[in-house]
């Protein structure tokens, strides 16, 4: 049994028909193909899938897809500014904050979530935004430099 | 962040690269940032099916029969593929280099060997119609006795494990039950030593645990061929392993990977390929097998558990003059890695230190585990910790500073080492140097002025491979340590001058033994400005 829901995505408008009980993240993969998002643990716990829910970072592959009709999503395919890349995704780059790359969009979601309610945080704030995604390669102090850095660039800009 | 020391070694390299020492962007992280990178999952095919595959819950059990009649009844279900489906279904993957025998199925018929040894895969159209069928199978076992422990396994009377390998223990060579090193005469030098130390060092398996789980997606090409989407570490490893077990030949399997989602060395054993692909074959359509997290912790091949026991001889003065080491590497219920490792790690039985005399006797142990594989320095980083571990009790045994001990011993280009490679371009003792400077960690000014050239500093006769080549003698360290040019280590330890305190030395400061290394002739000295041009 198919059930259709509506939501969007990235600012847009999307539909997709979910199984019966299918969470988010094989929702936005699977039906809609947003395949930014990558499955780690598939139970909640490694923070690798996280998107924005309204804002809010959760583990999408954890998230009952029903639970979302109607609500504004984020994902790392939408961080980009057109052909810019978004600050967070520049300081990733520049302070080589990924390694293998696959918990790089769950990480910089969880950053984004930080720096859109916070834009000055300090280490601390940062090392609590990213401490439900696990970093297997061990990149934990380049990817908090990096979030530091991309609070500064925004700062700049609106100065 | 970086900091490239280009003054050490300065006299050994034309430094006109244009890359190397050069900070530079990797070409897939733009990939990684903007989530585009496109790992083994990232590719989409219609009607793609789902293989998952039923797993032992005993150590070890005679599989008397399977019942999956019900099973292939269940709605989704495409395929059932049993031990009979799997053309060659024997391999070991070091085979491809001729190094162990064949003795891992792909799925058991008639024995399980460890917990979560696959049995049957099951092809439906969705994870979950799969998982559903696979509650509908019934199989019956005999459990048999199973051994745990490396020690016990080689104990007459313990359960036989493997049947290609039934004393469980891997072969080398074709006739030796464990890999052996002799080099001098350790016995002779325990008697002479001041100091003997014998402990027992036992690590733990690890799972590499990378956040993207090992799997990958079989897809009948156009041609007959078929293309294979994977996460693997080891491309071509996987491809000819999966072309021996399904018995095609390797031009028919066309491999597409590269973006790995961490391996750490637990991608490396062509896991998933060969079921994917023959289930791709039976079933004419793309077919993904992909580990759960649960069946990548508890299935997936962690680092293999060693147990090591070292047994040390040291001078008064700090040379280490004998080292013993019999270890035990747990290679779990199959040979994947670990016959390999033990090769390595006997090859570093001395870790950086010139010992003139060791003795190794290693051993890659068959148990009702799960089968051990690659990570990170596998077959040494064990043996590191238990080396260093016993270095710092050797420290404090012979009263010297745990790394002025280390600098002492530490080789110099030329000595030999004890599997009879001669050191080269060694660098342990510059390494230590920067990283006692960084650290704050006081070192005395003939320690600061230790280097890693032949015969660098007080202590050494700078002949060492040249003695080795001769049968190694006893004696050679003590007759070093009489040399005039003896240190002596009786200072207390909050006695030591602060590197701050102590002046640096002139920057055109030769090394003590000042040895001019043969066709060094653009460059400074080695050692000009190490301590000369600090950053404080």
């Given amino acids: ?159 | 962040m970086l900091e490239f020391r280009k003054d050490i070694f300065a006299d050994e390299r034309d430094d006109n690269l244009k890359e190397i020492g050069q900070p530079t962007q990797r070409q897939d992280m733009l990939g990684h940032v903007t989530g585009t990178s496109p790992y083994y999952d990232d590719h989409r095919f219609a009607n793609l099916l789902h293989l998952k595959i039923l797993r032992s819950p005993h150590a070890h059990a005679r599989i008397r029969s399977i019942d999956d009649a019900a099973a292939a009844r269940a709605p989704g279900v495409k395929r059932i593929i049993r031990a009979a489906d799997v053309p060659v279904n024997l391999n070991t993957l070091l085979s491809l280099i001729q190094f162990g025998k064949d003795d891992e199925p792909s799925l058991a018929s008639d024995f399980v060997r460890y917990r979560g040894e696959p049995i049957l895969g099951i092809v439906a159209t969705s994870e979950r119609a799969a998982l559903e069928a696979m509650a509908l199978v019934r199989v019956s076992y005999d459990q048999l006795p199973a051994v745990f422990d490396v020690e016990e396994a080689l104990k007459p009377g313990a359960p036989s494990v493997n049947a290609t390998y039934p004393k469980n223990t891997f072969e080398y060579y074709g006739k030796y039950d464990h890999q052996k090193l002799r080099f001098g005469d350790v016995e002779e030098a325990f008697k002479q030593a001041d100091v003997v130390m014998e402990e027992r060092y036992q690590m733990s398996p690890i799972e590499h645990a990378p956040t993207e789980t090992n799997g990958s997606i079989a897809v009948p090409d156009t041609n007959g061929r078929f293309i294979v989407y994977t996460s693997t570490q080891a491309l071509f490893f996987s491809l000819d392993t999966s072309a021996k077990i399904n018995a095609v030949p390797s031009n028919q399997l066309h491999f597409i990977g590269g973006t790995v989602g961490g391996g750490f060395g637990g991608k490396v054993d062509t896991m998933t390929e060969p079921l994917s692909i023959l289930a791709a074959r039976l079933t004419g359509a793309p077919v993904r097998y992909r580990f759960s997290r649960h069946e990548e912790m508890q299935f997936g091949s962690p680092r293999g558990a060693e147990r090591i026991y070292i047994k040390d001889g040291a001078t008064k003065d700090g040379r280490i003059v004998a080292r013993k080491v019999r270890a035990y590497f747990d290679s779990g219920a199959y040979t994947r890695l670990s016959s390999y490792a033990v090769v390595k790690c006997v090859a570093h039985v001395p870790g950086p230190y010139t010992i003139p005399n060791v003795c190794a006797d290693v051993f890659c142990v068959f148990t009702n585990r799960t089968p051990a594989t690659a990570m990170r320095g596998f077959g040494v980083t064990a043996l590191d910790f238990a080396i260093e571990c016993q270095m710092d009790k050797l420290a404090v045994a012979v009263g010297m500073d745990p790394l002025e001990f280390r600098l002492l011993n530490a080789y110099r280009d030329g000595d030999m080492k004890a599997h009879r490679r001669e050191a080269k371009n060694c660098a342990l003792i510059e390494c230590a140097q920067v990283a006692a400077e960084k650290a704050n960690w006081p070192l005395r000014e003939e320690f600061r002025r230790m280097s890693s050239r032949a015969g660098g500093g007080p202590g050494r006769t700078g002949a060492s491979a040249d003695r080795a080549r001769a049968p190694a003698p006893v004696a050679a360290p003590r007759v070093a340590a009489a040399a005039p040019q003896r240190v002596t280590y009786d200072r207390a330890p909050t006695a030591a001058p602060s590197p701050v305190a102590s002046p640096p030395p002139p920057r055109s400061a030769p090394p003590p033994p000042a040895p001019t290394p043969a066709g060094s002739t653009h460059g400074a000295p080695r050692f000009s400005s190490v301590f000369g041009t600090r950053r404080r």
């Fill in chain 1, 1 to 159: 049994m198919k059930t259709p829901i509506q939501f969007q995505l990235n600012g847009e408008d999307v539909a997709a028909f979910a199984e019966s009980g299918a969470n988010l993240l094989d929702v936005l993969r699977e039906a809609v193909g947003d395949l930014s998002v990558k499955g780690g643990c598939w139970q909640g716990t490694c923070g690798t899938c996280t998107v924005l829910v309204e804002g809010v970072p959760r583990v999408s592959c954890v998230t009952l897809a029903e639970t979302c009709a109607g609500k504004s999503i984020e994902t790392a395919a939408g961080l980009r500014r057109g052909a810019d890349l978004h600050p967070l995704q520049a300081a990733f780059m520049e302070r080589f904050a990924a390694q293998c790359g696959y918990c790089t969009p769950g990480m910089l979601m969880a950053a984004k979530a930080l720096l859109d309610r916070n834009p000055n945080p300090t280490r601390e704030n940062v090392v609590d935004a990213i401490c439900g995604n696990i970093c297997r390669c061990t990149g934990y102090e380049p990817i908090i430099q990096a979030v530091l850095d991309a609070a500064r660039a925004d700062d700049r800009r609106r100065a």
